[in-house]
């Protein structure tokens, strides 16, 4: 498989793609069957999903990525087909109807046993993302950087740090460590989800990361 659907896996696996709006989206939707995964394998869809966070039109989505409605359509209508996106309204506008697309939810985790499916042994061993890791810690930085301004003015943070030194002497420990990590991950994400009138004020945000330490 090309590196670059490799990089998709990841991106639907590791990070919670968050919508904020919509009050017909559900809050999480899992994924587990193969065929929906592999509707995700393309960039564009995935930034697609992320764009559909209210009702858009194609004609819409097409001037945001500066394609044909044509292209962006047979991008929308997988992803309606694989069940992850709702056709919520139609509007006639200019004498024609346009269809309005919504993503079903805020979230999406891929099934842990869904990866070993898609990708190929040493694909799975390579699944964190180095990019990835970086993307995550520059939003670390970003979001403490905010935070270390309220606490400089007095104002209360309420904040947890973990660390910890792992040995993993072999391809299948890693493995084995990386399928226990993603369902403990997502099994806390899924209990403490954001609920939809939550207060936002309370919201915190869970980061994990693994990565080889170099001395």
Not at 16 to 22: D, L, Q, R, T, V
Not at 83 to 102: F, N, S
Not at 158 to 186: G, K, M, N, P, V
């Amino acid at each position: 498989m090309p590196n670059h659907l490799l990089d998709i896996i990841q991106k639907v696996f590791y990070i919670k793609i968050n919508f904020y709006n919509g009050a017909v989206m559900q809050d999480v939707y899992y994924i587990e069957e193969v065929d929906q995964a592999m509707a995700l394998l393309k960039p564009i869809r995935l930034e697609i999903l992320r764009r559909l966070d209210e009702p858009r039109s194609c004609d819409e989505l097409a001037e945001v990525f500066q394609d044909s409605t044509q292209k962006i359509y047979y991008h929308v209508k997988a992803l309606q087909e694989a069940g992850l996106v709702e056709k919520v309204a139609d509007k006639r506008i200019r004498g024609t109807v346009e269809g309005y697309y919504q993503a079903k939810a805020r979230s999406y985790w891929l099934a842990p046993s869904l990866v070993g499916k898609i990708g190929s042994l040493q694909q799975t061993r390579d699944q964190a993302s180095l990019r990835i890791l970086l993307q995550l810690a520059e939003d670390v930085i970003e979001d403490t950087a905010r935070l270390g301004s309220k606490s400089e003015v007095g104002q209360p943070v309420a904040s947890l740090s973990l660390s910890a030194q792992i040995h993993l002497a072999d391809s299948a420990q890693r493995a084995a460590f990386l399928q226990e990590l993603q369902t403990t991950f997502q099994n806390l994400a899924l209990k403490y989800g954001i609920a939809e009138e939550a207060d936002a004020s309370m919201n915190f945000r869970l980061v994990l990361m693994c990565y080889p330490k170099q001395e």
